[in-house]
């Protein structure tokens, strides 16, 4: 039985998962690579046309306000309330997508659709997957804010 | 001296809005940014802009209603709304576009689809591609911080 794994394991352990469990995750899940980079410095600058200040400014906005919207997110999925749950993730994942960070967008796009479906089991996990991404980027964003 | 065009976004990812009134700004157009769907509709009546560049997922009601509401009032019927969303469904591009909206718009934002799109609503013609280092120069000359929407007459024309 491959209980006892969370989602929030994948980006440190190599799992194999059990048929019932693999039929879930191969549809909606990958495993975040440890190896890549949290964010795609080229590609965000690139977007910016090479304006790192403006880079620095969007940083400091977004390291200013993700807490506060993880805290809600996990307070929404703390009550099952899908359509908060969509709300904040969907915020989130369009903030972490202007930084090009394909780990955390990945991991808040996987929330939204988990609440779009109205299945909530996978949401707690969903949720881990996403904050270890966000600790992963907020480091990136704070070199990119000095 | 020619009238800049004002610019609406509404959105509640403020890092985006960031981003865009920026480079937005930089292309000669006055910004000016709502962050729920709530104060989208109440200042677009109290001071009409150009166009709205609208995301439909915001607190204080849905981004969708608030297009609603500003497509049925005869005073902002005619201003062109481009909404820019996370949603790639075509329900949703469809639900959008039937309720008025002008162009379709998907996240991550582009800077340089956005002006054409503004541009294309507007009627206005198209960007000249200006030459590399002018588009990396100057933004702390178009670098007001974002602000919610001033009265009209206050805008930068």
């Known amino acids: ?146 | 001296m020619k009238r800049k065009h004002t610019v609406l976004l509404a959105d509640d990812d403020k890092v985006q809005t960031m981003m865009l009134s920026t480079q937005l700004r930089a292309k000669g157009y006055s910004v000016a940014a709502a962050y729920d769907a709530t104060y989208t509709v109440m200042v677009t009546m109290k001071s009409p802009p150009d166009v709205i560049v609208l995301d439909i997922q915001m607190p204080g009601g849905t981004g969708k209603a608030a297009l609603e509401r500003i497509k049925s009032s005869s005073k902002t019927t005619q201003i062109p709304v481009i909404v820019l969303s996370g949603f790639t469904d075509r329900k949703t591009i469809e639900e959008c576009m039937a309720l008025g909206a002008s162009e379709y718009l998907t996240k991550p934002a582009d800077v340089d689809k956005l002006d054409a799109a503004i541009r294309r609503v507007l009627g206005l013609p198209a960007a000249e591609q200006p030459p590399e280092s002018a588009n990396a120069e100057s933004p702390a000359a178009a670098k007001p911080p974002v602000n919610e929407l001033p009265p009209r007459d206050t805008w930068d024309h």
């Not at chain 1, 190599?14 to 549809?27: C, G, K, N, P």
């Not at chain 1, 809600?72 to 994942?93: M, P």
């Not at chain 1, 960070?101 to 990945?106: G, H």
Request: proline share 3%; hydrophobic share 50%.
């Open chain 1, 1 to 146: 039985m491959a209980t006892g794994y969370s989602i929030g394991d994948l980006g440190r352990k190599r799992l194999f998962f059990t048929s019932h469990w693999l039929d879930h995750f191969t549809a909606d899940c990958h495993a975040p690579s440890m190896t890549a980079p949290p964010l795609d410095k080229t590609a965000f600058l690139a977007r910016l046309h090479g304006d790192t200040e403006l880079g620095a400014g969007m940083a400091a906005l977004f390291l200013r306000d993700y807490p506060g919207q993880l805290e809600s997110l996990r307070g929404a999925v703390a009550a099952g309330d899908a359509d908060q749950i969509e709300r904040f993730a969907h915020l989130l994942s369009g903030a972490v997508g202007n930084f090009a960070a394909a780990e955390a967008t990945d991991a808040a796009a996987r929330l939204v659709r988990i609440a779009r479906s109205g299945d909530l089991t996978l949401a707690a996990d969903a949720l881990v997957a996403l904050d270890t991404a966000l600790q992963r980027l907020a480091p990136a964003l704070r070199n990119l804010t000095v």
